[in-house]
């Protein structure tokens, strides 16, 4: 397999301490003058005094609950919604729709450079094509290739702008189940075209 390069463009844009000494007259004075500022003379035993109440401390304000947030897989969703439902259907599966209703929205991100999601067709097999739907910023770009592949792929993140999609294929005569064939590409968000390059493998075309 040759590598390919290609560019997708974008469908949108210390306290100190102070020891004091004993100082037994002061205590005394003070101690005969705090007896008197009741402005009643002392005769005898002091009588005991109930000490002021405490004041109550303020009720704690109620800590307010935050806004319920949308799931990135509703967000991603809502975002594809549209792509999906223009994608063309694939070669020879004309008729049969898209599942959007169960499309992979794991590899969305709202606020990634570039993030993705996977959409295959309803009552797929093994072996069904593929979507893999791009995204910057959360808005939908369009689709990695021209061409949904057979047999889903696998999709990590390399980089905040960047993705590596490998996928499967057929080799000589095996079986569906069998697909020993791997051919991976880079898609890389390209700030300056406001565009997606593709750069690696692609799987043979028939």
Do not use: K
Not at 35 to 53: F, H, I, K, Q
Not at 58 to 86: L, R, Y
Not at 114 to 130: G, H, I, K, Q, R
């Amino acid at each position: 397999m040759a590598p390919t390069t290609r560019t997708i463009t974008a469908a949108t844009t210390g306290r100190a301490v102070r020891r004091a000494g004993w100082l037994p007259v002061v205590v005394l004075a003070v101690a005969a003058t705090a007896g008197c500022s009741a402005g009643t003379a002392s005769t005898g035993a002091a009588s005991p005094t109930s000490a002021a109440p405490s004041p109550s401390a303020p009720a704690p304000s109620p800590t307010p609950t935050p806004a319920p947030t949308a799931e990135p897989a509703a967000c991603g969703q809502e975002a594809a919604a549209s792509g999906i439902a223009a994608l063309p259907a694939p070669a020879g599966l004309e008729g049969i729709p898209w599942d959007a209703a169960n499309a992979d929205y794991s590899g969305y991100d709202p606020c990634a450079a570039l993030s993705w999601s996977l959409v295959t067709l309803e009552y797929a097999t093994v072996s069904s094509p593929t979507a893999v739907l791009l995204f910057h910023d959360g808005s939908y770009l369009g689709t990695a290739t021209s061409e949904a592949y057979g047999f889903t792929p696998t999709v990590e993140r390399t980089a905040d702008d960047a993705i590596a999609v490998t996928y499967r294929f057929l080799q000589g005569s095996e079986s569906n189940a069998e697909a020993s064939g791997r051919a991976t590409a880079t898609l890389t968000w390209n700030a300056a075209t406001s565009s997606v390059d593709l750069t690696g493998d692609l799987p043979p075309t028939n």
